[in-house]
Structure formats: C-alpha cells, structure tokens
C-alpha cells in the first residue's frame, strides 16, 4: 500500500487529521487497533472550546453538533455551600459546547466514510520502520495478512498507550511527568441534568463535578484514590456522596437516575518533547496528558491536528519544510499553557493527601478571590473557552 500519510489512531485527532487532509486533496489510509463500535462507543471528554467547534462547522462536519450541541457560556464554582457563576460569554464574548467525544468520533468516522478513503478497524501489531527515511514505512496484521504502507509521513495519533512515541530512540525525547495524589471516580447516568451549566466543586470531603452530555445524560464525578475499588461503590453511595458535595445552601439538588458506566480516571499531566522524529509526528494524547478539570485533552488534540494539517499542506503546495519543523514548538508552547491551566484548576479545587486546614483555607480564599475579582474571572474563563489558535 502507498499514501502520503500513514495515520495511526483513529481517535479524535486521527480521524479530524485524516479529514482535513482530504479536504485539501491529501492522500492518506487510517488505521485503527479497536473494533468501529468500541472506537464510537467510548466515553471520554465532552467540552469543545469554540475554536473545535469552528474547526468541525468549517469542516462540514458540524451539523449534528449544531443541532444536539449544548451551548454553554458559563460554568459554576461551588464552595462554602454556595455558587458562584462565571459569565464565559460576558468575560469573553465567547462560549463552549458541550457535545459528546463518542459524538464526535461518530461524525468524524461517517465523513471518513463518505470520503471513502481508508479506515481499517481491527489491525494489530502495528510497528513503524524506517522514520528518517524519505519512505518511512507502516506494518501491520489484518485478518492474520501481513501489510506495509510506504508513506513519505507518518501521523502517531495513537493516544497514551500506543507504539508511536515508543518508537523514537532511546535519549531522544524529554518527557515531562506530574502525577497526582488522586482520581476521579466517573459515572454516567440517564437522568436529565438539573443544572444548565457545570457545577465544579471543593467541599471538605473532597472534590466533585456536575456535567452533562445531553437534555437526557448527566456525567459526574468524584475524587477518589488512584486505586479506588470500584465495587465499593454502590449507586446508592455514589448518588449521596455527590450530592453531600455539589449540594449547596440554596436547596439545588442533582437529579438520580440509572448509573449506565462507572470508572476510574486517573490524574496526570504528561508532555513529551519533541513531538517529532524525522518523517513521524505526534499528536493528541500520544503526546501529551492533561487532567481532565480544564476539559483541554480533546482540544489540544484538534489545535494538534490543524497545525499539522497546515504543515503537510504547505509542504505539498511549495516544498517548504518550515511548517513541519515548526510544528513540534508550535504545538508545544500551546500544550504547555493547558498544562498550567489544567494544573491550576486541578490545584485549586482538590485537597491533596490528608487535610490540611492550612491549604483547605488557602483554597477557599483562593476561590473567594477569584469569583470575586473580575480580572480574576476573565483569566479563568479565556482560558476555559481556549486561548487562541496563532
Ligand atoms: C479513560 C479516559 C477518560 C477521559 N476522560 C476525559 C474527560 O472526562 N474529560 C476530558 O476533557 N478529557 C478526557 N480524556 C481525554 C480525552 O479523551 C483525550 O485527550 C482525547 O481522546 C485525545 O484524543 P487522541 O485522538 O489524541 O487519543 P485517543 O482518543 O486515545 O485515540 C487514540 C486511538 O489510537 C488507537 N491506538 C492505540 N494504539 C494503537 C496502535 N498500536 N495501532 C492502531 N491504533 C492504536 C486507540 O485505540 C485510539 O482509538 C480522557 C481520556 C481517557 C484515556
């Protein structure tokens, strides 16, 4: 097999990657370890910055997310038993839209269809060869038949776990790590959400997020240890242990409703650099982690993926390689200010390891500052909505 680019993963960046290089008359063949259904079916992220939703309307991939997408130009902050708003839309003239990371996989997947370019589902033992080279190479297993698809780029779109980032030789890579002291227990319910907007919230028993996918889905979650037994938490514990933690003075409580997915999140910032090895590329989670309280790991995909984008077209339209070796330090000085952002919302609204009176305190004040301080709720909110794409 010959394409121009080999894209591996068909996650989020993979396929929003694939698609705009088709639409600017890119060849390229993706390929995929997990089944079709499994790919569509999981549940991850589900806040798009305005500049995805941009991307995917541009894109003519966006009328299911105009039609089912929530608009939301604000979220809440809830401590000390009460809510505070901050006004996105006011602060910024900008808002986010709250729509599903398995919708947005399914959208990607029928517009790869329709363009009917290849998307293999369910290849296995997938390794990269000759990445310096002017014809780096892809092989593969598919229905017990050895492939190889002989590229001039290939695209590591294959999240945390895969084989791209393992593949740059030893010493090459920076890797910068943080982990943190805690998870987060994440359910998905069929119960209409009770709050139009999210509600993040630090209570003395810990951390916890209101969140929703639909008129009809509420995703919540809780802190709880990395290594948190799922079995011990019943629905019933669940349901009171976030509503102990997101119920305020005013009387607002969440709505119940059937658990339909319970699992464990785990909390790490991750940044390896740099995002290329000769003809190779990363991008997405194969690159970089953040966790999830900036709801900046998809969005760091898509900004991923559009620089690239540009590069390969630039280098196909005039030869210039400039925008490829630019790519890595374009992506990471953006990967970098979600990192800060990320960490800074993570570090203010969970108690880390034991109570601490002292940083519990220091906490609040932190936040009774913010909600208070309109310079302070502007900061929050630029970088909530997305910074800019430069
Ligand atoms: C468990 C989990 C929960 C999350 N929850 C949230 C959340 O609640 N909120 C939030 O904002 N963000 C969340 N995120 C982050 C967000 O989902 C990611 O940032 C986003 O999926 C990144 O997209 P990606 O395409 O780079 O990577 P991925 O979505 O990981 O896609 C990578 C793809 O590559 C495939 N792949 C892996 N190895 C190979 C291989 N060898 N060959 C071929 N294909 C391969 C994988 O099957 C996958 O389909 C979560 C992430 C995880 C892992």
Redesign the pocket.
């Known amino acids: 097999m010959r394409t121009q680019v080999a894209i591996?993963?068909?996650?989020?960046?993979?396929?929003?990657l694939g698609h705009l290089l088709h639409l600017s008359n890119i060849d390229s063949i993706i390929?995929?370890?997990?089944a079709k259904d499994?790919?569509i079916e999981?549940?991850?992220?589900?806040?798009l910055e305005q500049g995805t939703v941009d991307l995917m309307i541009a894109s003519g991939v966006g009328d299911r997310l105009k039609r089912d997408g929530l608009r939301h130009d604000g979220v809440w902050l809830a401590f000390n038993g009460e809510r505070h708003r901050i006004d996105f839309l006011g602060l910024t003239g900008k808002s986010v839209v709250v729509y599903g990371?398995n919708e947005v996989?399914k959208d990607f997947i029928a517009a790869r269809e329709a363009s009917e370019r290849p998307l293999h589902f369910e290849?296995?033992?997938?390794r990269v060869r000759d990445v310096e080279s002017a014809r780096p190479k892809v092989c593969?297993q598919k229905d017990d038949d050895e492939h190889e698809i002989v590229c001039d780029f290939i695209a590591g779109?294959?999240?945390?776990?895969?084989?791209?980032r393992p593949a740059f030789p030893s010493g090459f890579l920076q890797c910068y790590e943080k982990d943190y002291p805690f998870a987060?227990l994440?359910i998905l319910a069929t119960a209409p959400p009770s709050s139009e907007e999210l509600v993040y919230a630090l209570h003395e028993r810990g951390f916890a997020l209101y969140?929703m996918r639909s008129a009809r889905v509420t995703?919540l979650?809780l802190r709880c240890a990395p290594d948190e037994k799922i079995s011990e938490w019943p629905d019933d514990r669940i349901w009171e242990e976030l509503q102990t933690r997101l119920g305020t003075k005013d009387g607002w409580r969440i709505n119940r409703g059937t658990i339909t997915q319970k699992?464990v999140?785990?909390m790490r910032g991750f940044v390896a650099d740099p995002m290329r090895f000769g003809n190779l590329f990363l991008?997405?989670?194969?690159?970089h982690?953040?966790p999830?309280t900036?709801?900046?790991?998809?969005?760091?995909?898509a900004a991923?993926v559009r620089f690239l984008t540009h590069a390969l077209v630039a280098y196909y339209k005039t030869g210039s390689s400039d925008e490829l070796n630019n790519y890595s330090a374009k992506c990471l000085k953006r990967v970098w200010k979600a990192q800060r952002f990320s960490w800074w919302m993570t570090s203010m609204l969970h108690r880390f390891g034991t109570a601490n009176d002292f940083d519990y305190r220091r906490q609040i004040a932190e936040l009774d500052y913010l909600t208070g301080s309109r310079a302070a709720m502007t900061s929050l909110a630029e970088n909530y909505v997305g910074l800019p794409i430069e």
């Open positions: 591996i993963g068909a996650g989020p960046a993979g396929l929003m390929i995929e370890n997990r499994y790919v999981r549940v991850r992220a589900g806040v990371q996989v290849v296995s033992d997938v593969l779109c294959d999240g945390f776990h895969g084989i791209c987060w994440g969140s995703r979650y699992a999140t785990p991008a997405g989670d194969a690159a982690i953040v999830p900036g709801a900046k790991g998809l969005n760091l995909a991923d």
